[in-house]
């Protein structure tokens, strides 16, 4: 299993970001796909997630209305776009994926598989 994180970088307050997870080696129906962050010196912690199999969403409360979880089957791709960003959104960003779970669930229950993560850094 794969899930390849890309499209972190260095933005100003205010500013977009799309981070992307590239998923493969597993079978993506039956999994729900997740982002996690985690800022220097705090622990992980879950931002949102999407089920690919109905395509529900769930988001953390601190980035619903400005974060926007979406995926693209034929690319087996999990998009993350990121608008309004602030400076207390620095962290690392990771993929993840559950097998047969509620994206709901996601917040609450470790993922099977993880992702290496990409930095998004927002300066003020």
């Known amino acids: 299993v794969q899930l390849q994180a890309s499209g972190g970088g260095l933005v100003q307050a205010g500013g977009s970001l799309r981070l992307s997870c590239a998923a493969s080696?597993?079978?993506?129906?039956?999994?729900?796909i997740g982002w996690f962050r985690q800022a220097p010196g705090k622990e992980r912690e879950f931002v949102a997630a999407?089920?690919?199999?109905?395509?529900?969403?769930y988001y953390t409360k601190s980035v619903a209305y400005r974060f926007t979880i979406s995926k693209d089957s034929a690319n087996n791709t999990v998009y993350l776009q990121m608008v309004s960003l602030k400076p207390e959104d620095t962290a690392v960003y990771y993929c993840?994926?559950?097998?047969?779970?509620?994206?709901?669930?996601?917040?609450?229950?470790?993922?099977?598989?993880w992702g290496q993560g990409t930095q998004v850094t927002v300066s003020s």
């Open positions: 080696g597993l079978t993506l129906s039956s999994h729900t």
């Open positions: 999407i089920s690919w199999s109905d395509g529900s969403t």
């Open positions: 993840a994926a559950r097998r047969l779970a509620f994206a709901r669930s996601m917040a609450s229950m470790e993922p099977n598989y």
